[in-house]
């Protein structure tokens, strides 16, 4: 499959994509399509956001970035995989690759969608903080559509693993309760897991940063620490003129 195949099934027909990939699984030639497509997205979005300082950290960034959701989806995949196949979840290494890589490809997606408007507020604005912030919404916007998308297609594949039970009476009246399973400790966990793959990926945004490159300082290739990305984003919105 081509890559300007790929991303038209992806833009046309997403729900057919999704059942494939968590029927049989997408084939070797789909996965390669799929991740060529997505770092390619990327590293171009990467090079536009780091072309407002210079072209040392548009090619630093071009290469941050999909090392950015490519390392947070490494750390979490293993809990994920590990902690469903533990509650019950029959879907294979495969498929659930194949969904985090499908929901991955459709972050860099609605980055490239919106490479129009950063190109935009890069072209048009001096403001580095304000250039920063507006990068920082589009992130979240991208990376909330992704995870929704993975969230959705997880939460389905839930349900059919324990189908809702009716709660039903004996002959004197009494109610009898269902067997418990652990449809809601999956459903909890997904939930936890979302949540924790936002908190990573944000975190290691802020320890890979800079991705714009702070026109007042020097070039600098990694984050030195010592905070977060939510005190980094405060100070921005607050620094911003």
Known sequence: ????????????NKDEVVGRTLGEGLTTKEFTALFTLCLGLMVGYGLLIGARYDALQASVSAIKLPL????????????????LSYLGIRQGLKQLMGLLLLSLTYISL???????????????????????FINIVVFGIAGFIGIRL???????IINAAWPTLQVTTDET???IMPATNNKQKAQWFLMAWAVMFALIGAQLSYTLSPFFGDPTKTFILINEGGSNFFLDVRETIRNIK
């Open 150 to 156: 993975f969230y959705a297609q997880m939460g389905e």
């Open 173 to 175: 009246g009494h109610l």
């Open 110 to 132: 609605v980055l490239a969608a919106f490479a129009p408007v950063t190109f935009f507020f890069l072209i048009t604005t001096n403001g580095y903080e304000f250039y920063k």
């Open 68 to 83: 950015l959701f490519l390392l947070t989806a490494v750390i979490c995949f293993p809990t994920l995989y590990m902690f």
């Open 1 to 12: 499959m081509s890559i300007s195949s790929t991303l038209q099934q992806l833009l046309r």
